[in-house]
């Protein structure tokens, strides 16, 4: 399958078939490891749900069904956890991939897609037993590789693990461009994310905000690198009385709980856990602030920005400059805990909404960016029956 330089992230929706003809993915296998409260895991359900509202036959194939965003699973979807169950743990992604082929015999679906790397060693050892013949996508959630690593061993690694499948899909040109180093341009196409709900209010029909408050969100883990917003935070407390919440859970709570101790922070840093739903959040802060050391494409950031919520970001992702076009949405900034500070002080000090992108809301609307999505698969479904 080719994708030429100038491949849309967002194209026509699902080709328009006669009416008594199957579509050419009426049979869509996802796999999920499991169900953690993850933007990769998250993304990928709100497209199982919108691909059965649109007719297809859509199954998610895990290890296990434990985690939060099980319930976010639309009863239109099948799941079906492998037997036995597999948890996370050592070599438990090549034991998932052998045991998707096994379900890829049982199912028969016309394309399987994984939502993100995370899955890429699931997929090479599903290559590896698969026989079937079907159609196989992986999303590009996070850099193949990290700023730090290169040369000829980063390369061969890329190479094992993604030599059987037939398209990529990247998160925005720039991704995909970024991509397109270590992976042959051909296989890698570009589709903007299911982010916004197509209901989506707009930003003036938010409830007041809260003039002192700043969130972050995401899983504690050191990708997302909250000990550099809780530093910040130190810096801005001689300034500001205003308080950061951080929503998510992970192996770094500990670690940070004692951080915030040490710098005498408690009543200007909160470690709320899990929430099911960040919208509410979001509509009451001045600012989101978002501290990692690498991303893909941040699907929190977006959300927020659609709440006419400023933010506050460190230089982590190829992707920002197509998620921040526009003065006053906030800014990009040095990953220093005080220039994150003086930028935090800069935005809580304008007091007022910010201006929305509708483009922004356009292209990642639930319905639309899913319907982009399966025209892809479709299209890859075709091209690999010829």
């Known amino acids: 399958m080719k994708f030429p330089l100038s491949d849309p992230a967002f194209p026509a929706a699902p080709d328009t078939l006669a009416s008594d003809a199957p579509a050419p993915a009426s049979r869509i296998l996802i796999v999920l490891h499991d169900f953690p409260a993850g933007g990769t895991e998250r993304v990928a359900i709100r497209l199982a749900n919108q691909w059965a509202r649109m007719g297809r036959e859509v199954r998610i194939f895990c290890g296990t069904e434990a985690g939060p ?151 504690l883990e050191p990708q997302k690198n909250f000990g550099l917003a809780i530093e910040a935070m130190a810096h801005l407390s001689r300034w500001s009385d205003a308080r950061l919440v951080i929503l998510g859970e992970g192996s770094e709570r500990a670690h940070l709980a004692r951080m915030i101790g040490r710098l005498g922070l408690h009543e200007r840093v909160t470690l709320m856990g899990h929430v099911r739903d960040v919208a509410p959040w979001f509509e009451r802060a001045a600012c989101y602030l978002m501290t990692s050391r690498y991303e893909g494409y941040p699907a929190s950031l977006v959300e927020a920005l659609a709440s006419g919520v400023p933010a506050v970001v460190t230089p982590c992702s190829a992707s920002l400059s197509e998620i921040l076009p526009a003065d006053g949405l906030g800014g990009i900034t040095p990953a220093d805990a005080g220039a994150i500070a003086d930028a935090l002080r800069t935005v809580l000090r304008r007091q007022r909404l910010e201006a929305i992108d509708p483009m922004l809301l356009a292209r990642h609307d639930e319905e639309r960016a899913a319907g982009s999505y399966l025209g892809l698969i479709d299209r890859c479904v075709r091209e690999c029956a010829v």
């Open 69 to 219: 965003l099980r319930p976010l699973v639309d009863p239109l979807v099948s799941v079906e956890q492998a037997e036995p169950v597999l948890p996370r743990g050592l070599f438990s992604r090549i034991r998932l991939g052998f045991a998707l082929a096994a379900a890829v015999e049982r199912f028969r679906p016309d394309a399987v897609f994984a939502p993100g790397n995370f899955h890429l060693p699931v997929m090479a050892a599903f290559g590896l037993r698969n026989r079937s013949g079907t159609a196989t996508l992986c999303k590009i959630s996070n850099p193949l590789v990290h700023r730090d690593i290169s040369g000829w061993f980063a390369r061969r690694v890329v190479r094992l693990l993604t030599a059987r499948i037939d398209t990529f899909v990247a998160m925005s040109p720039a991704l995909r461009a970024e991509a397109a180093r270590w992976i042959d341009p051909d296989r890698v196409a570009a589709r903007w994310e299911p982010l916004i709900p197509t209901a989506h209010a707009p930003a003036g029909e938010r409830p007041e905000r809260d003039p002192g408050l700043i969130v972050a969100a995401g899983r």
